[in-house]
């Protein structure tokens, strides 16, 4: 049970919530939280927050469905801010995103770590704006079948490597095989965040269905 008293709520009785997924890892949204909500939180196993606006609780997913299974509750070290690890059933952001966050607003170009994002962000790039030389804007410039070609030869390339047990080259094609993947994304207009959610909405279905074979 999460003893309140030791945390450290603002003058208002508030104390604000970051809910990651507990899967990934990724931010999905921030939040508030009072003394009731926690409380709520824990009977049912689902985020619960307290709406400034509204002046009221409210438990996310309550109106569409998209509930945060909480798996855990954290705080950090000074006890005024909690980390929430959860398992969401679909979108977490009110636009109908995987997450709040999605907004970039400034990358250091040094420190540009690799992210399928930021790859993703790449990929569409060169669909939005053609590149002479480049490979996929070569493939945007052929069209759905010849992406289509090409995810069908890489798909054949990862079996193939897979049935020799070569690690390597299984790997390697695995990747082609995805970029391939995340070109056809763009094409059709499909992000990640799209595929993120119905993972999530998968796995909670599952979760369900286990619940009910053993009740």
Sequence with gaps: MIDVSKLKLNEYGLIPAIVTDSRSGKVLMMAYMNKDSIERTEQTGLACFWSR???????KGETSGNFLHVVSVTSDCDSDTLLISALPDGPACHTGAYSCFTNELWRCEEENAFSLQSLMELIKGRKAEKKDGSYTSYL????????LKKIGEESTEVIIAAKACDKKDTVYEIADLTYHVLVLMAEAGISIDDIYSELASRHVIDKKIKQEKMT
């Design 53 to 59: 606006s509204r002046n009221q609780l409210w438990t």
């Design 140 to 147: 945007f410039e052929k069209g759905l079948d010849k992406i």
